[in-house]
Antibody
Framework: QEQLQESGPGLVKPSQTLSLTCTVS?????????????WSWLRQHPGQGLEWIGY???????SYNPSLMSRVTMSVDTSKNQFSLNLNSVTAADTAVYYC???????????WGQGTLVTVSS | QSALTQPPSASGSPGQSVTISCTGT?????????VSWYQQHPGKAPKLIIY???KRPSGVPDRFSASKSGNTASLTVSGLQAEDEADYYC??????????FGTGTKVTVL
C-alpha cells in the first residue's frame, strides 16, 4: 500500500494562499493500480472533527467541498508522484491540521498522511 | 451539506460493548451504501476501520462491527479494550462527488 506525506509551510499570513504538497511513495500514482483512486485533502480544526476539502484524479478531474469551492484548487504531478492543495484568501478559520489521503472508488479514505498543522496568523 | 450527527461521548468498561450512532439524511447515509468509520488516537491520523457500511479492512479486529438503518448508521465495539479509547468518526458519500463526516464521538474505556 502507498504511503502519503504532507509538506508545506506551517505558518501562512491572512489573505495569502495556503499551499501544501502530498508525496506518495510505494507506487507510481500514474500506474493502472491507481486508476480507481482519488487523491484527497481533508482538514481538522483544533479540537474539532474532520472536514473533506476535495479530491483530484490523475486525469485532472476534481471535486471540491461546496463550502470551500471558491477558494480551492488542486493539482497532480504524476512525474513527481505528488498532488497539491492551494487554498487562497485564508483567514484564522483555516487554521487546522491538513491531511492528504487516498480515496478509493468505493468511497472511503483508505490511507492517510500523518497530517501537518497550518496556522494562519500575521 | 451538514455534518452527520454523532453523540459527543460514549463509554464502557473493559470487555463490554459500546455502540455509536451516526445520523444523516436521505441525501447521504440512507441514500447510499457508502458509510465508513475511522478511529483516531490523540495526535494521530485517522485510521479506516469500516467501509461500505459493514466491511472491515484487513487487520481490523472483528470486535468492530457496523450496520445501517434508515438515516442512521451505527458502529459497535465489542469486548472493549484499553486501546479502543479514541475518537471515532463516521463518513458518508453525499452525492455529486462530495463527502461528509460526522461530528465525532470520544470513546472512553472506564
Amino acid at each position: 500500500q502507498e504511503q502519503l506525506q504532507e509538506s508545506g509551510p506551517g505558518l501562512v499570513k491572512p489573505s495569502q494562499t495556503l499551499s501544501l504538497t502530498c508525496t506518495v511513495s510505494g507506487g507510481s500514482i500514474s500506474s493502472n493500480s491507481y486508476h480507481w483512486s482519488y487523491w484527497s485533502w481533508l482538514r481538522q480544526h483544533p479540537g474539532q472533527g474532520l472536514e473533506w476539502i476535495g479530491y483530484i484524479h490523475n486525469s485532472g478531474s476534481a471535486s471540491y467541498n461546496p463550502s470551500l469551492m471558491s477558494r480551492v484548487t488542486m493539482s497532480v504531478d504524476t512525474s513527481k508522484n505528488q498532488f497539491s492543495l492551494n487554498l487562497n484568501s485564508v483567514t484564522a478559520a483555516d487554521t487546522a491540521v491538513y491531511y492528504c489521503a487516498t480515496l478509493r472508488w468505493e468511497n472511503y479514505f483508505e490511507n492517510w498522511g500523518q497530517g501537518t498543522l497550518v496556522t494562519v496568523s500575521s | 451539506q451538514s455534518a452527520l450527527t454523532q453523540p459527543p461521548s460514549a463509554s464502557g468498561s473493559p470487555g463490554q460493548s459500546v455502540t455509536i450512532s451516526c445520523t444523516g439524511t436521505s441525501s447521504d447515509v440512507s441514500g447510499y451504501e457508502y458509510v465508513s468509520w475511522y478511529q483516531q488516537h490523540p495526535g494521530k491520523a485517522p485510521k479506516l476501520i469500516i467501509y461500505e457500511v459493514t466491511k472491515r479492512p484487513s487487520g481490523v479486529p472483528d470486535r468492530f462491527s457496523a450496520s445501517k438503518s434508515g438515516n442512521t448508521a451505527s458502529l459497535t465495539v465489542s469486548g472493549l479494550q484499553a486501546e479502543d479509547e479514541a475518537d471515532y468518526y463516521c463518513s458518508s458519500y453525499a452525492g455529486s462527488n462530495t463527502y461528509v463526516f460526522g461530528t465525532g464521538t470520544k470513546v472512553t474505556v472506564l
